[in-house]
């Protein structure tokens, strides 16, 4: 271990004189054949190329106009302008006039943008994103330019220019739809008052009104938005990984700054996507029909998903790849579907993405390709098309309302809105509706004149279909907050009780918009006599506190309950965060008609956030009245979070806490003493001294009995620490935890203590903990390093601690010099020169083996897979890998290894939070309100943090990464995994495909516990239920394969070992399903709940037909049964409707 | 008192008093002249100053106002769309306090000699709304219209009593613009006429403003005819939405502005290519200045990602002698058009 962390450097001296190759300057092939060469095509597509450079450069964003031609918009300037550098972004209009798939015209129709990010012709002109304005574009003398200029929109922020306003879609009800991302805050000035968007978020803008609202919040990149056939709108997300969002009014989703809440995306796990497209029409196959596509830009693909109804919300899977690439600089970014019924791609065409962790200058970015694809499937005819700018009142009516193909009623829609409204209302009138779509489209199409048809929209909202029920209530939600008409309440009303989550969702959606004093109470319904799912759920809590003051001046003028049941109360208080009623409902608890563990949990904590000390008074007595342990833990642990966050007691007795010092329940025990400790009880004191003092107390104990000594403090607690810690007969572990105590209080002493105790840190002791410890504190932090001044550490201690402390967020440069000085260190030197650099580089790309890497990465001490996942699964603390090999250049990831801090993800940056005692907490902020904020740490852990215990709270430019995590490789392993992460999400074997393999395992550890009973059951005692169990999370391999050398030998009985895993699978419906395994079958015996799997004997692949005997969520449990098996088994599901559960 | 009154009363110990009735014709007829060789000139408020950078019209017709015995003018253009009293709009990441930071980081780099401010319309457009987030006084800011108006006023002085500190000891004048009325341009935009009523309130609330802080002011609101309006549709707006102005507009606009100064009534003839080149090159300078006050990407040059790419924030005083050349350019064109307007 000695001197390990230098081994890797010294190597990487021996590497620079090896001749500098290729490494930092090369670049892909820039030729049009080089990419047509690497295009990967499903069955019957062809690609061809539709524009390129000079034409196009570097495109972002692309919409079609109501004649057939596609407006482009890109950015060369990208991503910062030069000083002395001209505003020369363009929009250019590509026209195919004869019809074969290529471009043969094109008309530059502005060149004097700045980072232009997206475009959408209509309204006689072209509506086109620029930096902080959105610009309205025209063309007034018929020379194809545009000579009018004016900006609609003003105010959007600019503190990013990959974040700015993007994504113009028209919507089917004619607004114009456009997005932000993470780090815009936006101010418009809008004759109707100003509208702010702090954050991501989506925003819809009526032309001819003025109107701009914000419809939904959050997501951190929303490239990507489209409407279903019924007008729901999905969007995706390039820097979140959750695939298809399901997004509606007043959501709420990820990296919404200071929400309280967030909803979910569809599909945990996926790749940053850009853009989003319905696959539609006549010319491609049927297969692909209502698919959704959106590019995987990192990847250089295409991937799609489908969707299904799920409750008031959908399902979405993946479905297949449309197109895949092995070229380099293939960035797709854009898809629509064109008027002759191919997809066409927009390929921003760049070795180089984005610029917070590639330099604005570097000299690899692109500033001059650029291309757009045309996917078709020329065994198919193209789709018909009219353009609609020549169709006259009835065509135009009657492609709005039948055609099938949906880029002609997306472009008809354009058009619409440039006609004579009267007229077209005639046209629309006479047309025979056929089917709800019909009617549907019809209602659109008066809202896209802004004159929407009430009668008919209330006509749809007594359909036989959910969904023309639902999209009769968005039409209606857009135009109800004009307050233009009356009645809207019985409409709501009557949708928040609809036998279908998904209309209520809308009703409740609805009612956000009216002025009623009812519409909480109202919308308090749509939670009854269904199963509501989050979304739902999200809706009603947001209309409660949207609605605050509505329903609660009444509840105060009436003193009563005014919903209909308690139930509603404790949800409508708990959604505003206030005691509303909690006397009434601690009294149900009390006379026994709230009983149910889950139901007391939540009150317990809505009294600890917002109840007064007589309420929690009133907890305290219920907590002496039950003998649930778990009801016990609700009412000890909402009084100890009180405490802490809001620093109140209950208003009486305080003693009567003593009784749980009785408890053989350790968590209640704890929770116990820990109040009995901020009370200031001390006739606790003796119980926690015994506590400690016994040699067999559990570590739980321990902590609790410790902090409230502390908490107690006094001279007492002081005397007997440190007699204690100077006790010879105390174990090295119990000193470091009571030094640790200690620090609180004396952190002179307790410094000098930790010094003499790691100067002989005992064989195989960590002392990370403990210096830890010392690094989260301010004050002890000063302490250790001014005892460091006079003591010297063992060179191995003092090297942990470095490293712990170059990787924490606070960064001591004081104690991190004392350090080295007492351990007789070197300075670490962590970054590459160039010449270093380029020949690691070239050894990563000649000799690195990632087979050889992925084992390596998921090495458990380096802790790769507990922090980063690769696609589904894998830890959330830092960001997805599954394509990062495909995304960032090779000394990216280098760098990233050796100096985690020099460029942050996204989204990944540590918040630091100081509090007013100098303890330091660091990871994300999870949620926030006005009392508390809650922070996520490196071990997932969520910690909550009073406000007002706070002195500062920044962003640390430190990684949560720790330093020196690959110090420990040998040259060859380093190599390796480098050479893994640069193939991740590349075409080839480290990519995940879209085959559903079980990635998320349990597995049992070495020497588990076991019932003792595998004589009588054989392999089947793993499927019983037992407390001993304790299962631990295992990851597939970016392949699906679980290597058998990795599981742990979970008993191992006369030398016959059992592996044993279990992953979790959800039947749609009851039946027979088929699954796959493949690899090494011999001594695998597979269980679905405690019943046998038959597995046939022999080959390397077998399908397994599986009687699920009841629908839904079940465990698979496999016992690997064989003296040292090699290789590696994989499970597949095979059947559609069997689901493999690989997320939380 | 702030100390800028002090400062004034010692400089001009004979100053008169601007005095101006609500409703009257406000043209400050003071002996001191607005501006003076070499001032700094700075125009701050929301999105009317903002996109008067776009076009220019404003700084040129002031800038030929202020007549051939001033030279060495220089504005710069610090509006910014959707801002309040509390600088709402100048925070990026943190709460308006932020936004306060950032002017007050340029005040205190430009240093003005004059100051004009433009906030008003978004307090009578925001009838029960919130129209800042300034944790103190949100509340109130949606409340009722007196709340509203109040905590507007106490912003308003906080404002410019932090003008007055950072700019210290330069600054001279201090103009406060009413907000010009707004348009009624018929359906579907939206009928102004409860808002012109509020922005009739919100004018004769800053005369006494302006007369507390010894300010200049210009009665926009009076002089584009806003106490006439009544609710009628506007034949010839000067605005697209209500809210905003054409071009044209904002040539409107920079008369009212020049003569509610009492600045001599002939106005520039934009169609004049010298005038037409002048306010070219005044708005490639506002330009230039845009992407060096409020560049794009401060995420990674001077905010939290700094310590990744803050390295390219070393670009961005390059814009500075690029500033320079025009303003050189635009000296040398006004003084042409000047002396081309003495010979007329």
């Not at chain 1, 509606?248 to 929400?259: I, M």
Request: proline share 5%.
């Amino acid at each position: 271990m000695k001197k390990a962390a230098f081994l890797f450097f010294s190597f990487l001296l021996s590497l620079a004189h090896l001749p500098a190759q290729r490494g930092l300057t090369r670049i892909p092939d820039t030729s049009i054949k080089a990419q047509l060469d690497a295009f990967i095509l499903p069955e019957g597509a062809k690609i061809n190329l539709f524009a390129s450079e000079p034409v196009v450069r570097n495109p972002i964003h692309m919409n079609w106009d109501a004649q057939g031609r596609l407006w482009v918009v890109g950015s060369p300037l990208y991503p910062h302008i030069k000083p002395g550098q001209e505003e020369s972004d363009q929009v250019v209009i590509l026209e195919d006039t004869t019809g074969d798939g290529v471009a043969d015209q094109h008309t530059v129709f502005a060149d004097d943008l700045h980072i232009p990010t997206g475009v959408l012709p209509g309204d006689g002109g072209v509506y086109v994103a620029n930096s902080n304005n959105v610009l309205f574009l025209k063309d007034t003398n018929g020379d194809g330019k545009a000579d009018h200029r004016k900006v609609v929109l003003s105010g959007f922020g600019t503190e990013d220019t990959h974040h700015i306003v993007h994504t113009f879609r028209w919507g089917p009800e004619g607004m114009m739809w456009l997005n932000q991302s993470i780090y815009i805050h936006t101010h418009l000035d809008t004759p109707y008052g100003i509208r702010r968007l702090l954050g991501g978020g989506m925003w819809h803008y009526r032309p001819e009104t003025r109107r701009s609202e914000v419809f939904m919040k959050g997501l951190v990149n929303p490239w990507g938005h489209v409407f279903d056939q019924w007008g729901q709108s999905f969007m995706t997300d390039g820097a979140g990984g959750q695939g298809i969002n399901f997004v509606y009014p007043r959501s709420v989703f990820v990296a919404s700054p200071g929400a309280s809440r967030r909803l979910q995306g569809l599909n945990p796990g996926q790749p940053k996507l850009c853009g989003l497209e319905v696959l539609s029409g006549s010319h491609i196959p049927v297969h692909w029909r209502e698919a959704l596509a959106s590019p995987d830009f990192r990847g250089h693909r295409i991937k799609t998903y489908r969707l299904s109804n799920k409750g008031s919300a959908y399902e979405s899977r993946e479905y297949k790849e449309l197109l895949a690439s092995r070229h380099g600089a293939f960035r797709p970014i854009d898809v629509k579907m064109g008027p002759d019924g191919a997809i066409y791609v927009a390929d921003l065409y760049n070795p180089i993405i984005q610029h917070g962790e590639v330099d604005f200058r570097d000299p690899r970015r692109d500033h001059k390709h650029g291309r757009i694809w045309r996917i078709s499937f020329p065994e198919n005819p193209p789709a018909p098309f009219t353009k609609p700018a020549n169709m006259k009142a009835m065509a135009l009516a009657e492609a709005l309302l039948f055609s099938e193909e949906n880029i002609v009623r997306e472009l008809a829609t354009a058009e619409l809105r440039t006609r004579n409204p009267g007229k077209m209302l005639l046209a629309l009138n006479s047309l025979k509706l056929e089917d709800d779509l019909h009617k549907v489209r019809r209602v659109w199409a008066t809202q896209a004149l802004n004159r929407l048809d009430m009668g008919l929209a209330k006509q749809l909202t007594q359909s036989k279909s959910p969904k023309a029920r639902a999209a009769g209530l968005r039409a209606i939600y857009y135009d109800a907050a004009n307050k233009k008409y009356k009645n809207l309440l019985s409409i709501a009303e009557e949708a928040v009780s609809d036998p279908s989550p998904h209309v209520r969702l809308w009703g409740v959606s609805l009612l956000a918009q009216l002025d009623d004093p009812q519409t909480v109470s109202i919308a308090l319904r749509a939670l009854e006599s269904v199963e509501v799912d989050d979304f739902l759920d999200f809706a009603v809590w947001s209309i409660c506190r949207e609605h605050r003051d509505r329903w609660v001046n009444e509840m105060k003028t009436r003193g009563e309950n005014q919903f209909n049941s308690l139930t509603q109360l404790l949800f409508a208080s708990s959604a505003i965060g206030e005691p509303l009623g909690a006397d009434q409902i601690l009294a149900s608890i009390a006379n026994g008609k709230i009983m149910e563990d889950k139901q007391i949990w939540e009150v317990a904590n809505w009294i600890s956030n917002k109840g007064s000390p007589a309420h929690l008074q009133k907890l305290l007595d219920l907590s002496q009245q039950t003998n649930s342990v778990s009801q016990q833990h609700a009412y000890l642990n909402a009084m100890l979070n009180a405490r802490k966050i809001r620093k109140i007691n209950p208003s009486g007795s305080l003693e009567t806490v003593m009784k749980f010092l009785q408890s053989e329940n350790d968590t209640v025990w704890s929770t116990a003493v820990e109040l009995a400790g901020l009370w200031k009880l001390d006739s606790a004191r003796t119980s926690l001294e015994t506590t400690l003092k016994q040699t067999d107390s559990k570590q739980v104990r321990r902590k609790a009995a410790i902090n409230a000594l502390i908490a107690m403090g006094g001279e007492k607690t002081r005397k007997f620490l440190d007699q204690q810690i100077q006790n010879p007969q105390v174990s090295y572990s119990q000193k470091s935890t009571l030094i640790k105590g200690q620090i609180k209080i004396q952190p002179m002493l307790a410094a000098r203590r930790a010094t003499a105790l790691l100067g002989n840190l005992p064989e195989g002791q960590e002392p990370n903990d403990l210096i830890s410890a010392f690094i989260s504190n301010k004050g002890a932090t000063q302490a250790l390093i001014k005892e460091l001044e006079n003591s010297k550490l063992p060179e191995v201690v003092a090297l942990k601690g470095m490293q712990l402390a170059e990787s924490a967020p606070t960064r001591p440069q004081a104690l991190i010099e004392a350090l080295q000085k007492a351990g007789d260190l070197k300075p670490m030197m962590m970054s590459l020169s160039k010449k270093e650099m380029i020949a690691l580089i070239d050894r990563v790309k000649s000799q690195g083996n990632a087979t050889r890497g992925e084992a390596v990465y998921r090495r458990e001490n380096l802790q790769c897979v507990a922090c980063h996942a690769i696609g589904e699964v894998g830890g959330v603390i830092g960001p997805n890998l599954v394509s990062i090999g495909a995304s960032a250049p090779v000394d990216y990831l280098i760098e990233s290894l050796l100096e985690p801090s020099k460029k942050i993800k996204e989204g990944y940056h540590t918040n630091l939070i100081t509090l007013k005692n100098g303890d330091s907490h660091a990871g994300g902020i999870m949620s926030e309100t006005d009392t508390e904020v809650v922070i996520r740490d490196l071990t997932g852990r969520h910690n909550r943090v009073a406000k007002r215990d706070i002195t500062s709270q920044t962003i640390s430019p430190v990684s949560l990464m720790p330093v020196g995590l690959t110090a420990q490789l040998r040259e060859d392993e380093f190599v390796d995994l480098v050479r893994f992460m640069v193939e991740l999400g590349k075409e080839g074997k480290f990519k995940t495909g879209t085959q559903r393999f079980a990635r998320k395992w349990d597995v049992l550890p070495v020497n588990s516990a076991n019932p003792g009973t595998i004589h009588h059951y054989g392999a089947k005692m793993f499927t019983l239920e037992f407390d001993g169990y304790e299962w631990q999370p295992f990851y597939a391999m970016v392949g699906g394969g679980i290597p058998f050398d990795e599981i742990p030998v979970a008993l191992n009985r006369r030398g016959e070992k059992y592996q044993v895993l279990r992953t979790q699978v959800e039947a749609v419906k009851r039946g027979n399903h088929k699954m796959r395994l493949k690899g090494n079958l011999g001594g695998l015996n597979l269980f679905l709940g405690n019943q046998e799997v038959e597995i046939p004997s022999g080959g390397e692949q077998a399908d397994l037909l599986i009687d699920f005997k009841q629908p839904g969520k079940q465990s698979l449990v496999m016992v690997v049964n064989g003296a040292g098996t090699k290789g590696y088994f994989a499970l597949e599901a095979l059947s559609e409707d069997l689901r493999v559960i690989n997320t939380l | 008192m702030p100390s800028f009154l002090l400062y004034l009363k010692l400089l001009f110990p004979t100053w008169v008093v601007l005095s101006c009735s609500v409703t009257g014709d406000c043209r400050a007829k003071s002996a001191v002249p607005l501006f003076q060789n070499g001032d700094r000139v700075a125009f701050v408020g929301g999105g009317l100053m903002e996109r008067a950078r776009l076009n220019g019209f404003l700084e040129t017709t002031l800038s030929k106002a202020a007549g051939a015995e001033v030279s060495g003018l220089r504005f710069r253009n610090l509006g910014w769309s959707g801002d309040t009293v509390y600088n709402d709009a100048r925070s990026y990441f943190g709460k308006p306090q932020e936004g306060r930071d950032r002017l007050g980081r340029i005040i205190a780099e430009w240093k003005p000699n004059v100051v004009f401010l433009n906030y008003g319309a978004e307090v009578a457009l925001s009838e029960g709304m919130p129209w800042t987030d300034e944790p103190e006084v949100k509340k109130q800011s949606a409340g009722k219209w007196e709340d509203s108006m109040k905590v507007f006023l106490e912003g308003y002085q906080k404002l410019v009593d932090a003008i007055q500190k950072k700019a210290g000891d330069n600054l001279r004048e201090v103009v406060v613009v009413v907000p010009p009325p707004l348009e009624n341009l018929g359906p579907p935009l939206p009928d102004h006429q409860n808002s012109n009523i509020r922005m009739g309130k919100v004018r004769d609330a800053l005369a006494g403003f302006a007369k507390r802080n010894q300010a200049r002011w210009v009665d926009l609101f009076a002089q584009m005819g806003g106490d006439k309006m009544n609710g009628k549709i506007i034949p010839n707006p000067l605005t697209h939405d209500g809210l905003h102005f054409t071009d044209f507009g904002y040539q409107e606009l920079a008369k009212h502005v020049s003569h509610g100064l009492g600045f001599p009534p002939e106005d520039p003839d934009f169609s004049d290519s010298l005038t037409h080149n002048l306010r070219k090159k005044i708005i490639e300078k506002n330009r230039l200045f845009f992407h060096r006050w409020r560049p794009a990407n401060e995420t990674y040059l001077f905010l939290f990602r700094k310590h990744e790419q803050g390295n390219n924030a070393k670009e961005i005083p390059q814009f500075d002698p690029l500033i320079k050349k025009q303003e050189t350019a635009i000296e040398k064109m006004r003084n042409q058009l000047l002396k081309k307007e003495a010979i007329n």
